[in-house]
């Protein structure tokens, strides 16, 4: 049974390559047995291609007529999307610091109402409510500055 492979991943830039150059080129590109190279074109082999041999495949890629450079643009497809992961993390980390800002304003502004002279119990509930939502953005704000930032893999 055929595996998919993903467009731009490792795996599929190995297949491309030793499609192109074929056993023989592997071999002299790399130094290795064809298998060693083919056997990481299975997303399940443990080995990975080393950075070394990457460069080495694709300077011999192109060197044989090949079209455009197959691990220079895996790793630059990778790349772009730890970038974007990053920018979403940081749109989410600012969106909730917002909320937690207002709702920390909110919280204070209604405290000092509640401290003021001829407040009453009214004024103490909305106080109490404004810095039960503040505590909770703030929990949430804390909860996600604590995640660890999720990696792809592969």
Known sequence: MTKARAPLSIEQ???????ELGDDGVEAATGHKPPV???MSDPDHPREISLKDAIAL????RNAGGVGLPFHQCF?????IEAAATAADARALARQAAIAAKESGDANAALMLA??????EADRA???R??????????DTLALLQ???PRESG
């Open 58 to 61: 694709d300077v011999a890629f």
């Open 76 to 80: 630059s497809h990778q790349l772009k």
């Open 126 to 128: 909305i106080a109490r």
């Open 13 to 19: 830039a190995i297949q491309r390559v030793v499609g």
């Open 147 to 149: 995640e660890p930032k």
């Open 130 to 139: 404004e810095v039960a939502e503040s505590i909770a953005a703030g929990q």
């Open 37 to 39: 190279i083919r056997n």
């Open 115 to 120: 401290m003021a002279p001829g407040a009453t």
